[in-house]
């Protein structure tokens, strides 16, 4: 389970499929996505007050997870990223490990290219390995999953907060429908804001 993703001999899993089994019975769950793809993912799995996808800053995803983890250490905080999304933040991974927040799982789906701007491959495809470079931030639970027997096990694990935990998964390149959350950043911020702390609306 801690091999590079490039290495194994499993096929690549299912995006949609993936993210659906992630957010299964989510309950209280708070979920940041990524620009692209694992937004268009999370939305297809069902758009949810408690969805934030990004729509750019990329390479913040992460950070944006840690900040509600530690804002609010009694839920838990899942982040969805790609692997060209994690490529360009993986400071972030540092600052995640000294801060060891228990309640924050962070899911990279690796499909080894970066869909929004032409498949041109990512470093994942040469061998780079995520979960390493996480595990030697200092984020001893980092794990690469190849099957969906894992993928359940993760799902399972985000509601324990025992983190930080990350997760680099092996998905395939095959087109998904496109399922677009809202666009607007001022509603997205306020529907997420509300449904986590109530209140009015601005």
Known sequence: MNGSPAQTSNPP??????????LADRGDLLVVA??????????AAGDNDLNFPLWGG???AAMVGLGLALAQPERPVLVITGDGEMLMGLGSLATIAV????????AVFDNQHY???GQQETHTADGVDL???????????ALTLTTMDEVGQLALRIHQRTGPLFAQIRIGMAPAPLVLPPRD????KTRFRMALLGG???
């Open 131 to 141: 979960a390493a470079i996480a595990r030697g931030a200092g984020i001893e639970e």
């Open 34 to 43: 990524g620009l692209g793809g694992t937004a268009w993912d999370i939305s």
């Open 200 to 202: 009015e609306a601005e």
């Open 58 to 60: 990329m390479g913040n």
């Open 13 to 22: 899993l299912d995006r949609r499929t993936v993210a659906a089994r992630l």
């Open 185 to 188: 950043g001022p509603h997205l």
């Open 99 to 106: 801060q060891q927040p228990a309640n924050l799982s962070i």
């Open 115 to 117: 869909g929004e701007t």
